[in-house]
């Protein structure tokens, strides 16, 4: 069974940056694209960004230009660098593990992120 742990969020300002951080144990890591997703209450879990174990990357529109997702496979991690915040960002981010040749799937605890006006 598959685990991710997510680290990095908290309360910033609007402009600010954050880092997330989702180390993943239990899983050949390379064989997996990773992906962060965000969700309000009340809403449903969106996607973020992805990125396959070649390198090769996905955002959604409205972090275009602000966010930027990355991995190690040495270190079987995978990072969201988060700049120019807004308060709409304000979200508990997931972390998600997809087995590119397959379907089976894993999902972190989250970590919540604020952003204040």
């Known amino acids: 069974q598959g685990q991710l742990v997510e680290s990095g969020g908290g309360l910033v300002q609007s402009g600010g940056s954050l880092r997330l951080s989702c180390g993943a144990s239990?899983?050949?890591?390379?064989?997996?694209?990773m992906g962060w997703y965000r969700q309000v209450p009340g809403k449903q879990r969106e996607l973020v960004a992805t990125?396959?174990?070649?390198?090769?990357?996905n955002y959604t529109d409205f972090v275009k230009g602000r966010f930027t997702i990355s991995r190690d496979n040495a270190k079987n991690t995978v990072l969201l660098q988060m700049n120019s915040l807004k308060p709409e960002d304000t979200a508990r981010y997931y972390c998600?593990?997809?087995?590119?040749?397959?379907?089976?799937?894993?999902w972190g605890q989250g970590t919540q992120v604020t952003v204040s006006s």
């Open positions: 998600n593990a997809k087995l590119e040749l397959g379907s089976l799937s894993y």
């Open positions: 990125i396959t174990s070649g390198g090769t990357t």
């Open positions: 239990r899983i050949t890591f390379t064989l997996y694209k």
